[in-house]
């Protein structure tokens, strides 16, 4: 009997109101990004709404057996309309996902809505800091490493392999959940994950997938796939959470 989940796969949310205002003010040159609500209440844009429709489309074709959501208002709206769409097709899906706050986008802290300038302007400091420490070992004062964010996933995942195993699993979360999901699925080594992050992009609605090949490895069987955006002719984007890219 299996003691990993057959497959695991990763829905980044829908681009959301808080995307949309930091590629603005990020271009625009400011300082501060605009966002009413807290991170954890950003809202989909409508655009967003229609990303995670078509993201249905895929799990209709692919259903899975165990949905798991960020509780960010961004990644429980698009796991619901995905799984809303697959139900409709006839799919065998969850009828809800299950909601589990180890999913949440990295904390940042004293970087919270600051742009790159921003940081660059308010906290000089912390430049330094990243610089010595490394950008997956620094942590923003209040805030979380990427280190800290591997930390709870290995916990999501060691549960998850024991009362999901030999299932297909699909957690609906962040652009920074698909790196810390190959550091441990793939064994990824820092220096490399580093290299990788730097030239990849995750899309709003995209899905990445890795299937248990032998002795817990993985395989990326599916990397940012975005064929189902692309078919039902709905944009796909490739917009940063609200984060100073510098992070």
Do not use: C
Not at 68 to 75: E, K, L
Request: proline share 5%; net charge negative; charged share 30%.
């Amino acid at each position: 009997m299996s003691t990993r989940m057959a497959w695991v796969g990763l829905l980044r949310h829908g681009q959301s109101t808080g995307n949309v205002a930091r590629e603005e003010a990020e271009s625009g040159g400011l300082e501060v990004i605009d966002i009413a609500e807290r991170d954890a209440d950003v809202p989909l844009t409508s655009l967003g709404e229609k990303q995670a429709a078509a993201a249905g489309e895929w799990l209709a074709r692919s259903p899975v057996d165990l949905v798991v959501a960020s509780p960010y208002v961004r990644a429980v709206e698009t796991a619901r309309a995905a799984l809303a769409v697959a139900a409709e097709r006839g799919a065998r899906v969850p009828r809800a996902p299950v909601v589990d706050e180890r999913l949440r986008d990295r904390e940042l802290g004293v970087l919270d809505l600051l742009t790159s300038k921003g940081v660059r302007e308010r906290q000089p400091g912390e430049l330094k800091r990243k610089r010595r420490h490394g950008k997956f070992y620094y942590r923003p004062p209040g805030g979380e490493s990427w280190a800290d964010v591997v930390l709870r996933m290995r916990s999501l995942l060691r549960e998850l392999h024991a009362d999901a195993a030999g299932r297909r699993v699909l957690l609906v979360a962040h652009d920074m959940t698909v790196y810390a999901l190959r550091y441990l699925l793939e064994g990824i080594p820092e220096r490399e994950l580093l290299r990788v992050a730097a030239r990849t992009e995750v899309p709003n609605g995209s899905v990445t997938g890795w299937e248990h090949v032998a002795d817990g490895r993985y395989r990326l069987t599916e990397a940012q796939e975005t064929a189902h955006l692309h078919a039902t002719d709905t944009p796909p984007t490739e917009d940063d959470d609200a984060a100073p890219s510098l992070t």
